[in-house]
């Protein structure tokens, strides 16, 4: 049985069609006090031996309702009960930055694994966070599925550069890069001057009149691709594509990259948003 938290209803379907499993319907509430609810009817009535709950994890509501789907699972007799969270919420904060800090990542990973066999992570930003769990934990990279919406573009891509914004993110264009076929790959020099505020040292690598597509593994604020785009504008690139395996989309992230002059803004459904243009499905599927 697939069990969807309400941020990931479309990638838990997605997952029983390519597993050919039952997908179950929870019940998703709030109380009057701003308590959230949640429940998994099909569980009680007819309890599976094994159930797959796919949360991802956005929100501090998002978290708590994973709980509460887990332990309904458990309360319902589950035995073998796996946690896809395609988007681990808080995992940037792995470490103290400043005396007084939590490890908020290692706080969530704890709680997560009060109730679950095992997990599945989906591109973790580290993949060290994996430590922090109590139970064993898959990592699946979803990086390669963002070459499907390349090869459909009705202008294909020519001579294409895969950038990212950082040399942490490399590999991740060197996938991209890899799964379309051709094309080079390079990085930027990123500094992270406050949360929203990001300055691009950019590279050598010839764009004019190149298409690049900026790869990252998570746009937030949009501060970083924004600025990456503004500096390969000025630097005369052709199309600028940028793409990410988890659309966050904060704040104003969707207008930043539209006035930095974007070609196109997508990503996978490892978070549910109007850009989930590819299904992070297949590899997940792989290792359930
Ligand atoms: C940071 O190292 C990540 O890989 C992303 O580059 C970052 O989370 C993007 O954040 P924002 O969109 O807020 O610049």
Redesign the pocket.
Same mark, same amino acid.
Not at 218 to 223: D, E, P, R
């Given at each position: 049985m697939i069990v969807p938290g309400s941020r990931s209803q479309a990638l838990a379907a997605a997952l029983a069609t390519t597993l050919d499993d039952t997908l179950a319907v929870p019940e998703f509430d709030r109380f009057p006090d701003g308590e959230t609810f949640a429940a998994v009817p099909a569980a009680g009535t007819d309890t599976p031996e094994r159930a797959v709950v796919v949360a991802a994890t956005p929100s501090n509501d998002a978290y708590v309702e994973l709980l509460q789907l887990q332990d309904a699972l458990r309360e319902a007799g589950v035995e073998s009960l796996v946690t896809v969270i395609p988007y681990m919420g808080y995992a940037?904060q792995d470490k103290v930055f400043e005396p007084g800090q939590p490890i908020s990542a290692r706080a969530m990973a704890r709680a997560v694994s009060t109730s679950t066999d095992r997990v599945v992570l989906v591109t973790p930003?580290e993949p060290a966070v994996r430590e922090f769990f109590d139970v064993p934990v898959d990592i699946v990279d979803a990086a390669d599925r963002l070459a499907v919406p390349l090869a459909g573009l009705d202008t294909p891509l020519d001579d294409p550069l895969f950038l990212s914004?950082?040399d +942490? &993110?490399i590999d991740l264009a060197r996938a991209v890069r890899d799964a379309h076929g051709a094309g080079d790959t390079d990085y930027f020099e990123k500094t992270r001057h406050s949360g /929203?505020e990001?300055s691009i040292e950019p590279s050598d690598a010839p764009v004019e009149g190149r298409d690049v597509v900026i790869t990252?593994? @998570? @746009? &937030? /604020? +949009?501060? /970083?691709?924004a600025e990456s785009v503004a500096v390969l504008r000025e630097r005369g690139a052709d199309r600028i594509f940028t793409a990410c395996v988890h659309p966050l989309l904060a704040r104003a &992230?969707r207008t930043k990259l539209e006035a930095a002059g974007v070609e196109r803004v997508y990503g996978t459904d490892t978070l549910e948003r109007d850009v989930s243009v590819v299904s992070a499905a297949p590899v997940v599927a792989d290792v359930l």
């Open positions: 940037r930003h914004p950082d +942490g &993110a /929203t990001v990252d593994d @998570i @746009i &937030a /604020t +949009g501060s /970083t691709m &992230a």
